[in-house]
């Protein structure tokens, strides 16, 4: 085997802990986390399988909207006010009242967080992928599938070493359209 070329293998397993084990098995043998892919029909997290915990700025995202929200509902409730050329004054009742205010600032707030999350989540999730993906109609099944993409490992060690942890089958991964 040449040294520049990739081994690309899909692994796919019945059960979360032999592709939790057959994870640890692969680090061990070399195979770093970024060369590995962790592909399910059911929510996994990076705990259930010992793997490093992805980074996401989804939460900065919603932080921004938050404030930004903010800064219209303080807008709309204490700055608006001012611009009518002519005041209006209700009975003894404080120009910028104090309950609707904060409902509004509120509202605001979590609109503006609700929105930017979703954007966040929708851009960090990288949908709608049209390019062609790795992928095995058992994941729809509830298996599990371990898709390896590694320049420097072998392919007949890493082959045999998966098929021991309790693969169902180790094949060559191709991209598909889904």
Not at 81 to 102: A, K, N, R
Not at 152 to 160: A, L, S
């Amino acid at each position: 085997m040449t040294e520049n070329q990739v081994v690309d293998l899909l692994a796919v397993f019945s059960d979360l802990a032999p592709a939790a084990d057959a994870v640890e098995q692969l680090r061990a043998m070399g195979v770093h986390d970024d060369c590995m892919n962790v592909i399910s029909g059911i929510p996994v997290t990076e705990a259930m399988l010992g793997r490093p915990r992805q980074w996401t700025n989804v939460p900065r995202i919603a932080l921004g909207g938050a404030l930004l929200g903010m800064g219209a509902g303080i807008f709309l409730a204490y700055i608006s006010p001012f611009l009518y050329p002519y005041p209006i004054q209700v009975s003894t009742q404080s120009f910028v009242p104090g309950p609707p205010t904060v409902v509004v600032i509120f509202e605001l707030t979590m609109l503006g967080m609700l929105l930017s999350t979703f954007l966040g989540v929708f851009l960090d999730s990288l949908f709608p992928n049209y390019r062609p993906m790795k992928y095995v109609p058992e994941i729809s099944d509830g298996k599990i599938a371990i898709f390896v993409e590694c320049p420097h490992v072998e392919e007949k060690k890493i082959t045999d070493v998966l098929k021991k942890l309790g693969a169902e089958s180790v094949k060559p991964a191709e991209a598909q359209h889904l």
